[in-house]
């Protein structure tokens, strides 16, 4: 495999699920460490609540964000010691999975990124409180179709509606005022899209309704020690590499409120000539997205010993 051709890339809230990451843990005591870690810095027992759940309290933002990031690092971790070489030339990360991609590209330290999430998931939650939302899926519709719809609507209403993820050609995520999004729906049904589904969170991601969480995250990321990545990090607003210490902390206040621009980024990445993704993380959102924005690359996900195992054979091939 030549990893000069190949990206690193981590999935956000949505890939969690109860078990993530057991099996690798018991095999290999370096996932094991990981995660151990990480229970030491948070002073809980996160590693119990990823293998055994529940559900639904892994389900709430403030132990998803935490959880995705220790496993995508954990799974980095056990891929470099199975296979030296392994040192992607690109990384790129999907709205939280943008921290993971920076830990892995040495932006900041395992410890620092794993405080950040969990202070995101907070402020998250908090602002969720102030300023409650809601978000839909929408199927079938180009994004420039999606941003007018939510302009309509945003119009019509006089609340916030915005495209808050281009995930791939054809699915899009909406988020913003609940009128707005009720508005936002019955406008993408008109406009014909396939399938339009709210989705079950109460908290308007990537939208202007975060604005009181990115006001008080700014004060966290400027006390927060970043370095230069070591190779491209393409980030999720401006989809294109995040180069500065100073353009790292924008992006991530930013990233609250704007969009995630995740087509963009993976073009940007295939143009900068990136030809296969391998996705770290519980399961394959986004190597299934990658197939979707262009079936001219090929994309893996490896999230378990199975498919830990396929990637360790092919590159041990060659």
């Not at 018991?26 to 948070?42: G, I, K």
């Not at 401006?238 to 992006?251: K, T």
Request: hydrophobic share 45%; aromatic share 6%; proline share 4%.
């Amino acid at each position: 495999m030549d990893w000069t051709k190949i990206a690193y890339v981590f999935p956000g809230q949505g890939s969690q699920s109860v078990g993530m990451g057991k099996d690798l843990a018991e095999q290999y005591p370096v996932v094991r460490e990981t995660f151990a870690q990480a229970d030491d810095v948070l002073g809980v027992k996160l590693s119990a609540l990823c293998f055994d759940g529940p559900e639904e309290t892994l389900n709430d933002t403030y132990n998803t964000q935490p959880a995705l990031y220790v496993c995508g690092i954990a799974l980095l971790r056990l891929v470099q010691q199975e296979l030296p070489d392994a040192h992607a030339a690109f990384a790129a990360g999907h709205s939280l999975g943008e921290f993971t991609a920076l830990a892995a590209a040495g932006a900041l330290s395992f410890e620092d990124g794993l405080r950040l999430v969990r202070e995101r998931g907070r402020l998250m939650q908090e602002a969720g409180t102030r300023s409650p939302g809601a978000m839909a899926a929408l199927l079938g519709l180009d994004a420039s179709v999606v941003r007018e719809l939510c302009q309509k609507a945003s119009e019509q209403t006089g609340k916030t509606l915005v495209l808050a993820n281009d995930n791939c050609p054809g699915q899009n995520v909406i988020s913003g005022d609940e009128a707005a999004l009720e508005v936002g729906m019955t406008l993408a049904k008109e406009a014909g899209a396939k399938k339009v589904v709210k989705l079950a969170v109460s908290i308007a991601s990537h939208s202007p309704l975060m604005q009181s969480a990115a006001d008080e995250f700014r004060q966290v990321l400027a006390a927060t020690a970043f370095q230069p990545p070591r190779v491209p990090v393409y980030g999720n607003v401006e989809a294109a590499p995040l180069g500065s210490v100073e353009q790292i902390r924008h992006e991530l206040e930013l990233q609250l409120t704007h969009s995630v621009r995740w087509t963009e980024s993976v073009q940007a990445m295939i143009a900068a000539g990136v030809e296969h993704f391998v996705e770290l993380g519980p399961k394959d959102v986004l190597a299934s997205l990658l197939k979707r924005i262009d079936r001219s690359r090929s994309a893996r996900a490896v999230n378990n010993l199975e498919t830990l195992g396929k990637l360790l054979a092919d590159a041990r091939a060659g």
